[in-house]
T-cell receptor
Framework: GAGVSQSPRYKVAKRGQDVALRCDPISGHVSLFWYQQALGQGPEFLTYFQNEAQLDKSGLPSDRFFAERPEGSVSTLKIQRTQQEDSAVYLC????????????FGQGTRLTVV | AQKVTQAQTEISVVEKEDVTLDCVYETRDTTYYLFWYKQPPSGELVFLIRRNSFDEQNEISGRYSWNFQKSTSSFNFTITASQVVDSAVYFCALSEALDDKIIFGKGTRLHILP
């Protein structure tokens, strides 16, 4: 596609519910990143994939967060047993190769946990 | 540790004025990348520039210019003859070589008043 596509754009979840956020990167992009952006803050790194390999998950805030990219293209960020502090915009980015090439960001998924 | 500081939380200027957004960074690496991103109300992060630590030449792109000064660890961004469409949140960011994450500042919200 023309850009990084994320779905859904908005998600309201009841506390304790599981959610899955999808990211379709730009076709051919090897690298994929997930970031979390709380209201009024800058994005914070969650995890990084190179193809299907998750090379860095140091930013995932707890074991309730899980990301996968099984075929090296589409990625899913799953949050189990959501809590209010998980409310944020989740941004996905992709690049041809790491950060040596420009990273293109999607519009994000705004998650609200009530 | 890596850190990016954008001291200006919010700036308002009248259209056609010039405005400079400040960015100060901290890193122990000698090789690193600096970035500026624009986040309009639609939410996606728009890449503006990437500069590596060995290239201290200032850069100009249309109405945008960047001043990189290693001696003061600053990477400031100037918009000349601002326009209403420049209204957005602007993020300065840093990535160390061989790392796969971008560390963002908290952003500066820029209002251009007609």
């Amino acid at each position: 596609g023309a850009g990084v596509s994320q779905s859904p754009r908005y998600k309201v979840a009841k506390r304790g519910q599981d959610v899955a956020l999808r990211c379709d990167p730009i076709s051919g992009h090897v690298s994929l990143f997930w970031y979390q952006q709380a209201l009024g803050q800058g994005p914070e790194f969650l995890t990084y994939f190179q193809n299907e390999a998750q090379l860095d998950k140091s930013g995932l805030p707890s074991d309730r967060f899980f990301a996968e990219r099984p075929e090296g293209s589409v990625s899913t960020l799953k949050i189990q047993r959501t809590q209010q502090e998980d409310s944020a915009v989740y941004l996905c980015a992709s690049s041809l190769e790491g950060l040596y090439t420009e990273a293109f960001f999607g519009q994000g998924t705004r998650l609200t946990v009530v | 540790a890596q850190k990016v500081t954008q001291a200006q939380t919010e700036i308002s200027v009248v259209e056609k004025e010039d405005v400079t957004l400040d960015c100060v960074y901290e890193t122990r690496d000698t090789t690193y990348y600096l970035f500026w991103y624009k986040q309009p109300p639609s939410g996606e992060l728009v890449f503006l520039i990437r500069r590596n630590s060995f290239d201290e030449q200032n850069e100009i792109s249309g109405r945008y210019s960047w001043n990189f000064q290693k001696s003061t660890s600053s990477f400031n961004f100037t918009i000349t003859a601002s326009q209403v469409v420049d209204s957005a949140v602007y993020f300065c960011a840093l990535s160390e070589a061989l790392d796969d994450k971008i560390i963002f500042g908290k952003g500066t919200r820029l209002h251009i008043l007609p």
